[in-house]
């Protein structure tokens, strides 16, 4: 992230026009960054994510002995270790980005050396027992302080295990596959809510064998990965940010291109729709197995209707949730989000923030320990909002800043870059004044 702190004053927008291509899946391009640092061979990335949370695993991809080069057009190449990954000399530091943190524990555990990790001071309150635990039944000697970083990790060999998920959370399904590749025997990780499968597609991507099942997936350890060239997807969950702000206002169209449509992440898609706008998708192509296509968003004409988030749906909508939310107020009926517990371990207790942002906008809004009731029909009023130093809090809210009246101050701003730096740029371009 930038040292440096701002503030955005986010003006009233009339509407939201225009076509975008965004930067690369911020999922996806950690995955690559990570995969092609253990695999024989150069992989080349196109459009890979321009956000600090993946240069942080770039980073560390570098220290542990893979070289990365990093090109202007946001293409990164990657010679990897042929699966040997050398000892780090001083601590990996992964910045904000608990992904990096906990697929590295993963990718790591199983490696004949000692490491740690580290993070700023939001990544240092997140839970990492969570990867511990199972790294640890697979016969990981890991230590943390009193449950988060510095993650200590004192490479041992490792053993399969059959692990179900006690929460779901793609991070830590990808850090067990991650470590099942190189351990003895079969890994297989069962979930109750199927989380993104960006790991297991780019296992395959890589040459590795994986086992899908309707709620589990396997693999089998010592297998070699060699490096691939592919394109990064649009980042649908940066999409989310323009996808809400352009259902708000009656006369919208806006077209993204390239955009990541795996449907493990496009359920926001399903919820705009059934808020009433209208989502057109075409052009679906398959790249590296992921799915990308060209999407368009309309307003419906009387404004958008109301819905439930709770069960599955929260869990594969996490990172769109503070959006969704931020936008609730300006429904006819409101936005009810349950079992959304998970949201007070992300980079900020995003549910305590949202709804003090909302109150600070003029908003009413009740708060639950696992979500939060948004009633509609409401009118919000421009204010100063505290990012909490979250990126998607940051965006969130000036998204909510559109169609307020008078203007918004987004304190935190710099946050937008950890996953998506160009966020302010576009914004200004998409929304008419
Ligand atoms: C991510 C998984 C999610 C998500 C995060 C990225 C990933 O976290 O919130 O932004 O790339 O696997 P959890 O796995 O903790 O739910």
Redesign the pocket.
């Known amino acids: 992230m930038q040292d440096t702190i701002t503030e955005r004053v986010i003006a009233p927008a009339r509407n939201i026009l225009g076509s975008l291509r965004l930067p690369g899946d911020?999922?996806i391009s950690?995955?690559y960054a990570l995969l092609g640092a253990l695999a024989e061979g150069k992989s080349k990335f196109t459009n890979f994510s321009t956000g600090a949370d993946c240069a942080s695993s770039l980073a560390c991809a570098e220290q542990l002995g893979a070289r990365v080069t990093r090109h202007p057009d946001s293409s990164v190449e990657i010679t990897g270790t042929g699966g040997v990954l050398q000892s780090a000399g001083s601590p990996l530091d992964c910045g904000n980005s608990?992904?990096t943190m906990?697929?590295l524990s993963g990718l790591l555990a199983p490696q004949d050396c000692t490491f740690t990790l580290i993070g700023d001071a939001s990544l240092s309150r997140r839970p990492m027992e969570r990867v511990r635990k199972p790294l640890s039944q697979m016969g990981a000697h890991i230590d943390l302080t009193d449950g988060h970083a510095p993650v200590v990790i004192h490479g041992k060999k490792l053993a399969g295990i059959d692990y179900t998920t006690p929460v779901?959370?793609?991070?830590?399904?990808?850090a067990l596959l991650f470590a099942g590749l190189q351990a003895t025997g079969t890994t297989t990780v069962r979930e109750a809510v199927r989380?993104?499968d960006?790991?297991e597609l780019a296992l395959r991507a890589f040459g590795a064998k994986v086992e899908r099942n309707l709620d589990s997936v396997s693999i089998e350890g010592g297998q070699g990965l060699t490096a691939i060239e592919a394109a990064v997807p649009g980042d649908i969950?940066s999409a989310a940010f323009f996808l809400c702000a352009a259902a708000l206002f009656p006369g919208s169209n806006l077209v993204f291109e390239g955009l990541g449509l795996n449907p493990t992440r496009a359920t926001l898609l399903d919820v705009l729709t059934a808020l009433g706008a209208h989502i057109g998708v075409l052009n679906l192509e398959d790249k590296a197995s992921e799915l990308i296509g060209t999407v368009q968003v309309n307003a419906p004409a009387n404004g958008l209707t109301g819905t439930t988030i709770s069960g599955g749906l929260a869990?594969q909508l996490?990172?769109e949730l503070p959006v969704i939310a931020a936008i609730a107020p300006y429904t006819q009926h409101g936005i009810r989000i349950r079992d959304a517990k998970?949201l007070r371990v992300?980079e900020s207790d995003r549910i305590a923030l949202v709804a003090k942002n909302l109150r600070a906008m003029g908003a009413e809004v009740e708060e639950f320990e696992d979500g939060l009731d948004v009633p509609g029909g409401q009118h919000l009023h421009g204010t100063e909002i505290d990012s909490g130093g979250d990126h998607r809090i940051a965006m969130a809210f000036s998204v909510a800043a559109l169609r307020a009246t008078g203007e918004t101050v987004i304190h935190g701003a710099e946050a937008a870059a950890i996953s998506f730096p160009e966020f302010f740029d576009l914004l200004d371009k998409v929304a008419e004044r």
């Open positions: 911020k999922s950690h995955r608990g992904s906990r697929m779901p959370s793609a991070q830590v399904k990808t989380t993104r960006h790991g969950s869990a996490i990172d998970e992300k």
